[in-house]
């Protein structure tokens, strides 16, 4: 009930109102009980004492007469009842026997006397038995309900108490009077105050509500509207600095909305794989390259420990300083994963640790692939250049004692042997140009059947010498295609070259050709020895021979389907093993029409 800021100004006024009635009624109480009081005393003190000392004198001579002292007393009493304010309802005088305080005569009845003898009536009575008349009981007391005087009187043998008592009744309607008009100016008061606190709430409750309604606005995510400034004072100032924060957080939540739109593109596209774990090992986030390569689906169940737990433990990656990390490897399947784990800082409840995963499967492949290239090399040049340095040295050494048609032999070796090594250093070459993409095609338009005869008939004579049957079937037409010629006939070369060479002697080789949907396509068909299904999808790669016996016999140097491939690529064709029925291959070329980038144009 009391929460609302227009209910706590009421109850503050109404506060206020009746602290400050209070302490105004409190304080008049008192200063007009006091005032009366002092004016009683004050009277009573200018009657009985100083210029006064007359009406005593007559008093005690009244005191001394010897017929009816008491009756005297009385009568100058009376005769003086208005300078002692005398009114015969709330203030009387009484005479008293002097000794005992005994009611002897007064202006009312003796029950009027207070039921125990007063302080200052006592001290009266003391002075009469001291025989003091210069002492009385004037002493006030603000706490007592009523106010009185006790003067001692003496004359010759008698002593008597003039007492003058006021019962206060005065004061107490007074401040009855007070009261009620203070209770009256209360009741004005708090109907003033409730009045005042709906002012003050529609002055400063109504401005506050309107910027907590623009406070909820702006936390629902509602930038639109801005608060008028209706006045220059604080809330005003309060109206403009929210207006101000308010289009500083929407600048700020658009640039971090912003930054978390491309760091959310960064995460979904990157090629590296990206998980995040909670300071309990919870997975938070994690993007589609890591669900690819980690081969399991990827949810809120999954954990650190059942991810990377056997390559880190949680905890110590947690313990890390940064810029620390670790690393580590990880084989998914047949893949090579490489693991950087990184803790990420916040609070306690705000840390956790970052997975990034990179796929080196290919990278380790490649490395082998090198390896395995160097190797090769190293093996294919070292056979040659043993045989050259064997004979040459045997020629050295024997000098002329050899004879000719020997050294003519050796000769002939060293030179084959050279021949060798010159093929396998300009494949290289070769090979390494297409890899660095500085063997640029020479495109032209020729016919694709022209090309085709070309190599058959270049391979002819190398088939009768073996022989072997190599029949070419041309189709009723070949389409005009776009591409690097010698190239591509170097390519038909070693397709060609390849069935007559291994093929064993007297066997048939077939070539076709054809083309649609703006494909141009030639297959090489032999009964050889056959590629066997295990090697048949390494043929492409560089050194492999399926008989490394027999192609170093042939000549072969292991590359030439390597540049072949790299080279049918570069026009955007296919190169592959066709199926093939009984014992033999098939290798089948397919060359777009239009060029290499017919494909591209056409939208294919």
């Known amino acids: 009930m009391f929460r609302s800021l227009h209910m706590k100004l009421t109850l503050i006024l109404l506060l206020l109102i009746t602290s400050l009635m209070a302490v105004v009624g409190a304080f008049l109480t008192v200063s007009v009980s006091s005032f009366y009081i002092n004016a009683f005393y004050q009277q009573m003190s200018d009657v009985f004492g100083g210029e006064n000392n007359s009406f005593v004198f007559d008093l005690r001579g009244a005191a001394a007469d010897p017929e009816d002292p008491a009756g005297r007393v009385e009568e100058i009493l009376e005769a003086k009842a208005g300078s002692l304010g005398v009114d015969?309802?709330?203030?009387?005088?009484?005479?008293?026997?002097?000794?005992?305080?005994?009611?002897?005569?007064?202006?009312?009845?003796?029950?009027?006397?207070?039921?125990?003898?007063s302080a200052n009536l006592l001290a009266a009575r003391n002075a009469v038995l001291r025989r003091d008349e210069t002492s009385a009981g004037d002493e006030s007391d603000i706490t007592a309900d009523f106010m009185d005087v006790a003067v001692p009187v003496m004359g010759g043998e008698n002593a008597f108490i003039v007492y003058i008592l006021d019962n206060k009744d005065t004061v107490s309607g007074l401040n009855s009077q007070l009261f009620l008009i203070i209770m009256q100016a209360l009741v004005i008061g708090l109907l003033i105050s409730v009045l005042l606190s709906f002012l003050l709430s529609k002055t400063m409750v109504g401005p506050i509500e309107k910027l907590t309604a623009g406070a909820?606005?702006?936390?629902?995510?509602?930038?639109?509207?801005?608060?008028?400034?209706?006045?220059?004072?604080?809330?005003?100032?309060?109206?403009?600095?929210?207006?101000?924060?308010?289009?500083?957080?929407?600048?700020?939540?658009?640039?971090?909305?912003?930054?978390?739109?491309?760091?959310?593109?960064?995460?979904?596209?990157?090629?590296?794989?990206?998980?995040?774990?909670?300071?309990?090992?919870?997975?938070?986030?994690?993007?589609?390259?890591?669900?690819?390569?980690?081969?399991?689906?990827?949810?809120?169940?999954?954990?650190?420990?059942?991810?990377?737990?056997?390559?880190?433990?949680?905890?110590?990656?947690?313990?890390?300083?940064?810029?620390?990390?670790?690393?580590?490897?990880?084989?998914?399947?047949?893949?090579?994963?490489?693991?950087?784990?990184?803790?990420?800082?916040?609070?306690?409840?705000?840390?956790?640790?970052?997975?990034?995963?990179?796929?080196?499967?290919?990278?380790?492949?490649?490395?082998?692939?090198?390896?395995?290239?160097?190797?090769?090399?190293?093996?294919?040049?070292?056979?040659?250049?043993?045989?050259?340095?064997?004979?040459?040295?045997?020629?050295?050494?024997?000098?002329?004692?050899?004879?000719?048609?020997?050294?003519?032999?050796f000769l002939d070796i060293i030179i084959n042997e050279t021949d060798r090594m010159t093929h396998i250093v300009q494949d290289l070459l070769t090979l390494s140009r297409l890899d660095a993409g500085d063997a640029e095609l020479v495109l032209s338009r020729f016919p694709f059947e022209e090309a085709i005869e070309s190599v058959v008939r270049a391979n002819a004579l190398n088939a009768r010498q073996r022989g072997h049957e190599l029949a070419y079937d041309p189709p009723e037409s070949l389409p005009l295609i776009v591409g690097d010629r010698s190239r591509l006939e170097q390519v038909m070369m070693n397709i060609i070259g390849n069935a007559v060479k291994y093929t064993p002697d007297g066997g048939h080789i077939r070539v076709t050709a054809g083309a649609a949907d703006g494909v141009a396509w030639m297959e090489v068909s032999d009964d050889g020895i056959g590629i066997p299904e295990k090697d048949r999808t390494h043929i492409f790669d560089r050194f492999y021979r399926v008989d490394k016996a027999r192609s170093r016999e042939s000549g072969g140097t292991g590359l030439g389907l390597s540049i072949a491939l790299e080279i049918v690529q570069r026009h955007q064709g296919v190169l592959a093993l066709a199926p093939h029925q009984g014992p033999g291959t098939t290798v089948r070329l397919e060359l777009p029409v239009g060029g290499p980038d017919s494909k591209i144009l056409s939208g294919e």
Request: aromatic share 8%.
């Open 88 to 117: 015969y309802r709330t203030r009387n005088y009484f005479v008293l026997d002097g000794e005992t305080g005994a009611y002897i005569s007064s202006s009312a009845d003796e029950s009027a006397l207070p039921r125990q003898q």
């Open 216 to 409: 909820e606005r702006v936390a629902a995510g509602d930038f639109g509207g801005e608060l008028l400034v209706e006045s220059a004072d604080e809330i005003g100032i309060l109206t403009g600095t929210f207006n101000e924060m308010a289009d500083i957080l929407q600048s700020t939540l658009a640039a971090v909305e912003n930054e978390r739109n491309k760091l959310d593109t960064l995460f979904l596209h990157m090629t590296d794989g990206v998980a995040a774990f909670d300071h309990r090992g919870r997975l938070i986030h994690c993007n589609p390259a890591a669900t690819a390569m980690l081969r399991r689906p990827v949810d809120g169940d999954c954990s650190y420990d059942s991810l990377f737990g056997s390559v880190y433990p949680f905890r110590e990656v947690l313990a890390l300083r940064r810029p620390n990390h670790a690393e580590g490897e990880l084989v998914v399947e047949g893949s090579t994963l490489e693991l950087y784990l990184a803790p990420f800082s916040g609070q306690d409840s705000g840390s956790g640790v970052m997975a990034v995963l990179h796929d080196i499967t290919a990278q380790r492949k490649n490395e082998e692939m090198r390896k395995e290239f160097v190797a090769n090399v190293s093996h294919e040049l070292r056979t040659p250049l043993t045989n050259v340095r064997s004979y040459a040295e045997t020629l050295r050494e024997a000098g002329g004692d050899i004879p000719r048609d020997t050294a003519d032999s």
